[in-house]
Each structure stands twice: as structure tokens, then as C-alpha cells.
């Protein structure tokens, strides 16, 4: 399938190239050299260098070089505009891209490895990559959402820490007294506001869809948006509810990090967290941060979402097709996956080393990793298959009008799923 340029991605990848060609220019291109093997990914990290040096003693006549090219959009448009240039690089990281360039040719099937290792790998860590029953990415490390809480706080109200809220019912009723009782001092929730471009906000806001299996998607691979779905209408207003009790000023802090900060510093009580967040809180002094299961409405179940998922992919014109393959497998090998947790603090994607660390690991940890093992209601992220940026925009727009006013909800999204109706 060719891919179909419009005048618009032309201009924005003419402004990539004039990019990279400034801030890339010591960093090597893609060259002809058969000994150039080249990765896009983080670089430096305790993990990588051991994946590196394997690597390397295997093939030392490669010369192996790993170029960060940044996360999310902008890591997208740099992959889509290598390709363009037919300088793809031979490995290339990602989260939740990957179907949309194997639609296109442009990766390689990895159902050879995965075969010899589904049996073992949490299978919606690979789930968003398939791509007409073939997977085109394979992860190194996953995360999942759980539910966060700092005991301090909830104390402080005269609430007991130990009997976390299970329903939304009850977590509305606590995060009230809880911002009575803190008299502007503390808070009863942290509820990340959609200002921007905060995906994060969006991806919080998913697992409480998910309990209602209302996400905003037509399709089970969550591809094409509905953001008209009435199974979401409960959702955006026990949004409405709870935001009534988020500290002053949160909701409008575009900086992630200084949102969930917020609960670590005593000013709020509870919130939807990552997996990454245990060590967080502990390196912010939060000694008596706690972890449970989310919240449900009583008419809905158990859901979570996968998050900071990290997939590699391997470009199909690049170079080194097999060398790429063969990477992409050392990083689901047993070896590598016991190293996950020790040295990145993320989650391994095999159950056997899943298993195995949970005997090992603080309660906290725990916590996210029975999410992965026992929920049976895990989803990904959404993957929109046509114009992603505008349909993110409409998104955006859509949880600012929910959250910012007080306008008929249903009114809301159909003025949504009308603006998405246009971009076709």
C-alpha cells in the first residue's frame, strides 16, 4: 500500500529535515556501510549498555550506533521522514505507532520470534502492533495504571488509610471530606487537566472508560474514534464530580511531573498512577504513599491500561533485516527481562520473570504487577489510524469542554464526533 502525501505533511517533514540537518549534524546517517548498524532509542542506561556489549561480542564486526530521536509525535515524524529519505534506521523504538507503518509496509513481521516466546510474554504488551494477524513490534518493558494514595493526607481527614475506596461512589464521598477537612490546605483527588496536548490526562481518563467499556473507539483495536459513545456519557460526569475536589490550579499545570507531585508533597490524596511511580514517590520522600486496585462504578469491572509500553519495531528497507530481527529478540530473551526491574525500576513483559520478581518486591510493586498478571480487562492505548494529531486535538477539545464548562455533555460529544466526521 503507497502512502498518499498531502501538501501539509510535505511542509512539516521539509521542517523536520531542516531539523535534524541542525540539531544531527555529528551524528551518523544512514550509509551503505554494511558495518553501520544503527538503533533509534534511549542511550546511556545501565540495561542498554549490557544489550549493547551482548551485541557487539556477538557481531564485533559491527560498528553499533544508538541515536535518541526523542518520543511520541516527534518520534514519529522523524521515523516517517528517514523513510521518506530511504535512511530508516535498522531498530526503532516506539509506543503506540507501530500498526499504522506496518498498514504500509514499512516493518518487518516478527511472528517468527514471537512464536517461540508467546507463551511467556503478557500478550497485550504486543497487542496494539498486530497488524492483519502479524506483530510488528515487540516490547522490552511495559507499565500499567493502578491507584495511588498518600495515607498522610487521608489521615489527617480522620479517614482510615488501610480501606482504600473500591467504587467511585465511595471516592467521591472521600475525596469531599477530604477537601473539607483540609480547608485549602490539602485535597481530596488529582485530576491531570487535558490542557495542551496532556495525552496523559486522556490515558487516565481511558481506564475509567474501560470500566464501562466505553472508550472513545468504533473498532476493537481502538483505530477509528467515537467520541460520541453514550456508554461514556456516566464517565464525563463522575469527571465533572471529581474535579471539584483536585487542588486549585492543577488542572490548568501542563508539567506532568509537577501534577502527580502534588500527592507526594501531602496536597492531595489520591490519584491514578504508573507503575513507574513507586520509585517516584519514594525518591520524593513520600514514605506513606499506598497502592491498590482503581476504582470501579458499581455497574462497571475491573480495567486498567497499558502504559510507558516500550516496543521495538525493525524498518523493512533498512539495511540489516536479520541483525535487526535478532536484536529485537535479545531484548524478550530471559537474560535481558531479569535485568528490566534491577537496573530501569520498569516492568518486565515475560510472566516467568513477572512470577519471579513478585516474591522479591516491595507491596507497592506488587500491586502493578498482579495488574498485569491477573486482570483480565488490560487495553492499550488508542492507535488512531487516520490523521492523528487533528484527531487528538479533537479529543483535547472535547475533555477541555467537559472539564472547563458546564455544557450538555451529549451536546459535547456530538460536536466532537462532528468535527471528526469532517476530517474524512
Given at each position: 500500500m ?15 529535515v531542516?531539523?535534524?540537518t541542525?540539531?544531527q549534524a555529528?551524528s ?5 556501510d ?19 556489549e551482548t551485541?557487539q ?5 559491527l560498528?553499533?550506533?544508538v541515536?535518541d530521536?526523542?518520543w ?5 515524524l522523524?521515523l ?6 530511504g535512511r530508516?534506521?535498522d ?6 505507532y507501530?500498526?499504522?507503518?506496518a ?14 516466546y ?8 504486543y497487542?496494539?502492533?498486530i497488524?492483519e494477524g502479524s ?13 495511588e ?9 480522620g ?6 475506596p ?11 471530606a477530604i477537601t ?14 487535558p ?36 456508554n ?15 487542588p486549585?490550579?492543577l488542572?490548568?499545570?501542563?508539567n506532568?511531573?509537577q ?12 490519584q ?11 525518591d520524593?520522600?513520600c514514605?506513606t504513599?499506598r ?6 462504578p458499581?455497574?462497571g469491572?475491573?480495567a ?21 530481527k ?9 537474560e ?23 516474591e522479591?518486591v ?21 492507535q ?8 487528538w486535538?479533537i ?12 455544557r ?17
Amino acid at each position: 500500500m503507497k502512502r498518499r502525501i498531502s501538501i501539509i505533511t510535505l511542509l512539516v517533514l521539509t521542517i523536520m529535515v531542516g531539523y535534524q540537518t541542525q540539531t544531527q549534524a555529528e551524528s551518523p546517517k544512514r550509509q551503505d556501510d554494511d558495518n553501520t548498524f544503527i538503533v533509534w532509542g534511549p542511550s546511556g542506561l545501565e540495561l542498554d549498555e549490557y544489550i549493547i556489549e551482548t551485541f557487539q561480542a556477538r557481531h564485533p564486526e559491527l560498528e553499533i550506533v544508538v541515536i535518541d530521536q526523542g518520543w511520541d509525535e516527534a518520534l514519529r515524524l522523524s521515523l516517517e521522514n528517514a523513510i521518506l529519505m530511504g535512511r530508516p534506521p535498522d531498530v526503532v523504538i516506539g509506543e503506540n505507532y507501530f500498526r499504522t507503518f506496518a498498514a504500509e509496509g514499512e516493518l518487518l513481521p516478527l511472528d517468527d520470534i514471537l512464536a517461540k516466546y508467546a507463551d511467556d510474554i503478557v500478550p497485550v504488551t504486543y497487542a496494539g502492533t498486530i497488524y492483519e494477524g502479524s506483530v510488528y513490534a515487540l516490547p522490552l518493558f511495559t507499565g500499567v495504571f493502578a491507584f495511588e494514595r498518600n495515607c498522610s493526607v487521608i489521615e489527617s481527614a480522620g479517614l482510615d488509610c488501610d480501606e482504600p475506596p473500591q467504587y467511585w461512589d465511595e471516592l467521591l464521598a472521600e475525596a469531599a471530606a477530604i477537601t473539607e477537612a483540609g480547608a485549602g490546605d490539602y485535597f481530596g483527588y488529582t485530576l491531570q487537566g487535558p490542557g495542551g496536548t496532556a495525552v496523559g490526562s486522556a490515558f487516565r481518563i481511558a481506564v475509567f472508560q474501560a470500566q464501562l467499556d466505553a472508550l472513545p473507539c468504533a473498532d476493537d483495536a481502538c483505530t477509528i474514534p467515537k467520541f460520541d459513545n453514550p456508554n461514556a456519557i456516566p464517565v464525563y460526569e463522575f469527571l465533572r464530580e471529581i474535579a471539584a475536589y483536585t487542588p486549585p490550579g492543577l488542572m490548568d499545570n501542563t508539567n506532568e511531573g509537577q501534577v502527580y507531585e502534588a500527592l507526594f508533597r501531602g496536597i492531595s490524596a489520591y490519584q491514578i498512577a504508573g507503575s513507574w511511580h513507586v520509585g517516584w514517590a519514594a525518591d520524593a520522600g513520600c514514605d506513606t504513599c499506598r497502592y491498590s486496585p482503581i476504582p470501579i462504578p458499581r455497574e462497571g469491572h475491573s480495567a486498567s491500561l497499558l502504559v510507558g509500553n516500550v516496543l521495538y519495531g525493525a524498518p523493512s528497507h533498512a539495511p540489516h533485516p536479520e541483525l535487526a530481527k535478532e536484536w529485537i529478540e535479545l531484548l524478550i530473551s530471559p537474560e535481558v527481562q531479569e535485568r528490566v526491574f534491577l537496573q530501569l525500576g520498569r516492568l518486565p513483559v515475560r510472566r516467568s520473570v513477572l512470577s519471579s520478581i513478585r516474591e522479591t518486591v516491595d507491596p507497592a510493586t506488587a500491586t502493578f504487577i498482579d495488574e498485569l498478571l491477573y486482570n483480565e480487562d488490560l487495553t492499550i492505548l488508542p492507535q488512531w489510524a487516520n490523521n492523528p494529531r487533528e484527531t487528538w486535538a479533537i479529543y483535547n477539545d472535547l475533555l477541555i469542554a467537559v472539564l472547563k464548562t458546564d455544557r450538555p455533555i451529549p451536546e459535547i460529544m456530538a460536536e466532537a464526533q462532528a468535527a471528526i466526521d469532517a476530517l474524512e
